[in-house]
């Protein structure tokens, strides 16, 4: 299946596509396109948007699209649930201090950016960060 985006990912943008290819569909392919054209390459490709202005997998009731789609797909483990209360903070400026955990992610994205622009690369090696992440958050619920 086709998924659609702004490019220049950062924290959400970087996020879902991890959750989307470990917990939603394993094949998926990512375009990434200038934030105007989203919906419209979204109908031309038959492409699912997610994280841009008024799509069902965005930004919504203060929900970050990584919790849209947490929720969209009902994924009940809670080290996702953790990991998305990171990814929340890290990606909501206003909520940055929610979580001792997102000024770090949120830092790990900007460097990654700066070091891969290209968004492809930039998710290849980023995954790596969020498989990690999701590791430590099992072991914390784990922990209780």
């Not at 569909?25 to 390459?41: I, T």
């Not at 770090?104 to 990654?112: H, K, M, P, S």
């Amino acid at each position: 299946m086709k998924w659609v985006t702004r490019s220049h990912v950062h924290v959400d943008r970087v996020a879902c596509p991890w959750l989307i290819k470990r917990f939603v569909d394993n094949q998926a392919e990512f375009l990434f396109v200038p934030a105007s054209q989203v919906k419209r390459v979204g109908t031309e490709t038959g492409a699912t948007p997610f994280d841009a202005q008024d799509v069902e997998l965005g930004h919504h009731e203060s929900r970050c699209s990584f919790e849209s789609i947490v929720l969209k797909y009902e994924l009940k483990d809670p080290a996702l649930q953790r990991l998305a209360k990171i990814v929340h903070s890290a990606d909501v400026t206003t909520d940055i201090d929610k979580d001792p955990i997102a000024r770090g992610l949120e830092a790990i994205a900007v460097g990654y950016s700066l070091r891969y622009p290209d968004d492809e690369e930039n998710l290849e090696y980023q995954f790596e960060v969020y498989d990690a992440l999701y590791a430590w958050c099992r072991l914390q619920v784990a922990k209780g």
